[in-house]
């Protein structure tokens, strides 16, 4: 329990800048990230399987919530459009419920291919790197980046392709083309942003170097972050910072509305015209993509923990590792009460969201680098997202402390956090044609991971790999799989390797290799048999 308690406070610590940073993105204050990230977490704790999986508002949700609530975050005040974001975080939390309901998370593990979810990572991810770039290199952000690149006579054609773009449903297309204009004149930069910015990143990315060993993961953003507001708050620095809340805001009293009293008929008549089945699809697909984070979440602890998604699968692998041979490792061994159910992920998320609505956030997803995080504090059980959620919420009388943070620092948070994704995605670089098609098609839940402990003692696997207890350790090994052809990507089999010496052949395999005398000068130690 112990071990839960650090964690957990450790995680609201380090999740700070990001919590202020995404509100930035989803288009609210940065302070009501603060206010309102330990509610969900509480909720999430209680329904949730997993021991390790931090639920919150991460990239990927922000910037689908401000892409599907454009019209009215553009037609109303802040306060209003809080209101409107959170009713939609309750529909997309009841979509997820209903999902869950339905059977969806085990279909989404099992059919989702991995070229699929690497493409929505990676377009995600340059979605928030070119809204963040702007935050992070002009005063007045992705204002001035407008007024900037539209002054330029030489970009006028781009300029209107890419507004063609927009109005055909490429909504980025203009970002991105004023991103590349930025990039190609850096003359027009505020370089005391960019400056700060800079510091911010590459701190982020290698600082964790200049601390003491034993500091816990995230120490070296919260140094940084605190460094750049001590230094606004000085006044040496001329740049946006995220501003004072209101008096008497930030408590949770101020913050929590009932369901009921949610402006859901302005949501639907601002952003789907009026139609009740345009937000139901809407917030369907929205659940449907946030789950693939929890995906990629509970996978990567799958491969590299041998924790399975489904706790039937859990009994056949832990009875089988049982009996298996005493030389198995400790971290291939399969905890049956550490199992968790897609469904069950599915529903948690949709709960996370519910509650977020309640106190005025948005919707919420599971997070990749805190879940990370609470593995290597030392979490244990899904008390430690309890104690998350507990801190948070004690942390919203100081949320004023953060009224001298400057954005770009939180934007280069955000890019740090995002960019070594962009230029460098793991998931997509590692497809390789058919071969990648093959391997892709079958582990679409794995995304082409190696076997995990699981698949490895399944016999109904395609990888699987013997391990009969019975065996003798003088008998023969098992063969491998058999590989994959270099040319069509399909398995082929593999005949035993012979050894032809006239009209004689004998098995390869299991001979022992003619022994040196002893008496010889050129004896080697004796091999008992040929691996």
């Known amino acids: ?62 910037m689908l919530a401000r ?32 999902l869950a309901l339905c059977g969806a998370g085990g279909v989404a593990v099992r059919r989702i291919p991995g070229p699929v979810k690497a493409g929505f990572k990676l377009g995600f991810g340059c979605a928030v790197v070119s809204s963040q770039c702007a935050t992070a290199l002009f005063r007045g952000g992705k204002a001035r980046l407008r007024e ?46 960019a400056a700060l910015s800079a510091v911010v990143v590459v701190g982020t990315l290698r600082g964790k170097a200049l601390l003491p060993r034993r500091a816990p993961p995230g120490l070296e953003v919260l140094v940084l972050v605190g460094l750049a507001t001590g230094l606004s708050a000085a006044g040496l620095y001329a740049g946006g910072v995220v501003g004072a809340p209101p008096a008497g805001a930030g408590g949770a009293r101020s913050l929590a509305v009932a369901p009921w009293d949610l402006p859901f008929r302005r949501l639907v008549d601002l952003c789907y015209g009026g139609s009740w089945a345009a937000l139901a699809k809407s917030s369907v697909v929205f659940a449907a993509v946030d789950f693939l984070q929890s995906v990629s979440v509970c996978s990567a602890f799958e491969a590299e923990n041998g924790h399975a998604w489904s706790c039937a699968e859990i009994g056949h692998a832990w009875s089988s590792t049982a009996t298996s041979s005493p030389h198995t490792r400790h971290t291939d061994r399969i905890n049956p009460t550490q199992a968790w159910s897609p469904d069950r992920e599915l529903a948690a998320q949709g709960v996370a969201s519910v509650a977020s609505g309640a106190f005025r956030g948005g919707p919420c997803g599971a997070s990749l680098s805190r879940s990370m995080l609470a593995r290597l504090t030392g979490a244990t059980s899904r008390a430690a997202g309890f104690v998350h959620g507990v801190a948070a919420i004690s942390l919203l009388p100081y949320a004023g402390a953060l009224a001298a ?44 991971k190696p076997p995990t402990a699981l698949e490895r003692r399944s016999p109904g696997s395609r990888r699987s790999r013997p391990s009969s207890p019975t065996r003798r350790p003088d008998s023969s090994p098992a063969s491998p799989p058999p590989p994959l052809s270099p040319r069509s990507g399909e398995r082929t089999r593999r005949r035993p390797r012979d050894v032809y010496f006239l009209f004689w052949r004998a098995p390869y395999q299991g001979r022992r290799r003619p022994q040196l005398s002893k008496s010889s000068s050129h004896a080697r130690p004796a091999r008992s048999k040929i691996t």
């Not at 892409?67 to 997820?96: N, R």
């Not at 995002?418 to 230029?423: D, F, K, N, Q, S």
């Open 148 to 193: 900037a690149a539209g002054d330029d006579a030489a970009w006028a054609g781009p300029s209107r392709a890419a507004a063609a773009a927009a109005a055909a449903g490429l909504g980025g297309a203009p970002q991105v083309v004023r991103l590349a204009w930025a990039a190609g004149h850096p003359g027009a930069w505020d370089w005391d942003v």
């Open 405 to 448: 943070t400057p954005k770009a620092a939180l934007a280069a948070v955000v890019l740090a956090a995002v960019g070594p994704g962009v230029a460098r995605p793991k998931g997509v670089l590692a497809l390789r044609g058919s071969e990648a098609g093959a391997r892709h098609g079958v582990d679409s839940a794995r995304g082409g």
């Open 67 to 98: 892409d599907a609530l454009a019209a009215a975050h553009a037609a109303l005040p802040e306060d209003d459009y809080v209101l409107v974001m959170a009713a939609f975080a309750t529909i997309v939390g009841l979509a997820s419920t209903a």
């Open 1 to 62: 329990m112990l071990n839960d308690v650090i964690a957990g406070v450790t995680l609201a610590l380090t999740s700070i800048p990001q919590a202020v940073a995404y509100a930035e993105v989803s288009g609210v204050a940065g302070w009501r990230g603060l206010a309102t990230m330990g509610f969900p977490c509480v909720a999430f704790a209680a329904a949730t399987g997993s021991p390790w999986a931090s639920i919150g508002v991460t990239s990927i949700t922000a």
